[in-house]
């Protein structure tokens, strides 16, 4: 695709629900980062994968933060039993390869409001 | 710990006028910086990136300084249109590893 994208753009959900946010990025990027950005703050990293590995899941707040990208394409964050401090913005990055002055291509973001 | 100061503070200024945004770090010695663009709703865009070796970097109406020495980023938007109005966010890599940590952000606001 063009460009990095990211579903739903919305979502809102119960205290206690589980909810699943996705990533498509560029096609070919081998990169894919997860941040987190709240009100009035900068994004915050999350996670890395490198393809298909997960190198660095050192800004998974808890446990209940999980992460995948299976084939090295598309990535998927979980977020279980969410809690309302999960209400934040969920951007999802990517790079061609792993050199680390590499640009950050970010797609739209989703936001989650956990009522 | 690690940490980057962006002015919080939203910058108003009026259109043609040179805006200045100000990136602080401490305890980090960054091979490079890199600025982004945020508008409402969406994702940040990569403008700039300028390596510790390097003073000063340009693009269009874009400059950047880097000054390792008193470990600050300054951000220049010369003849600034309304358009320019977005938040401005620097980055720098966490040492050692891929991700970038990110500043606050400051609000740019160009008023016709």
């Known amino acids: 695709g063009a460009g990095v994208s990211q579903s739903p753009r919305y979502k809102v959900a119960k205290r206690g629900q589980d909810v699943a946010l996705r990533c498509d990025p560029i096609s070919g990027h081998v990169s894919l980062f997860w941040y987190q950005q709240a009100l009035g703050q900068g994004p915050e990293f999350l996670t890395y994968?490198?393809?298909?590995?997960?190198?660095?899941k050192s800004g998974l707040p808890s446990d209940r933060f999980f992460a995948e990208r299976p084939e090295g394409s598309v990535s998927t964050l979980k977020i279980q039993r969410t809690q309302q401090e999960d209400s934040a913005v969920y951007l999802c990055?990517?790079?061609?390869?792993?050199?680390?002055?590499?640009?950050?291509?970010f797609g739209p973001g989703t936001r989650l409001l956990v009522l | 710990s690690q940490k980057i100061e962006q002015n919080s503070e939203a910058l108003n200024i009026q259109e043609g006028k040179t805006a200045t945004l100000t990136c602080n770090y401490t305890?980090?010695?960054?091979?490079?910086l890199q600025w982004y663009r945020q508008d409402p709703g969406r994702g940040p865009v990569f403008l700039l990136l300028i390596r510790e070796n390097e003073k000063e970097k340009r693009k269009e109406r874009l400059k950047v300084t880097f000054d390792t020495t008193l470990k600050q980023s300054l951000f220049h938007i010369t003849a600034s249109q309304p358009a320019d109005s977005a938040t401005y966010l620097c980055?720098?890599?966490?040492?050692?590893?891929?991700?970038?940590?990110f500043g606050t952000g400051t609000r740019l606001l160009v008023s016709p």
């Open positions: 305890n980090y010695s960054p091979a490079y």
């Open positions: 990055a990517s790079t061609p390869g792993i050199t680390p002055q590499e640009t950050q291509y």
């Open positions: 994968f490198q393809n298909e590995a997960q190198l660095d």
């Open positions: 980055a720098l890599p966490y040492t050692g590893f891929q991700k970038l940590v």
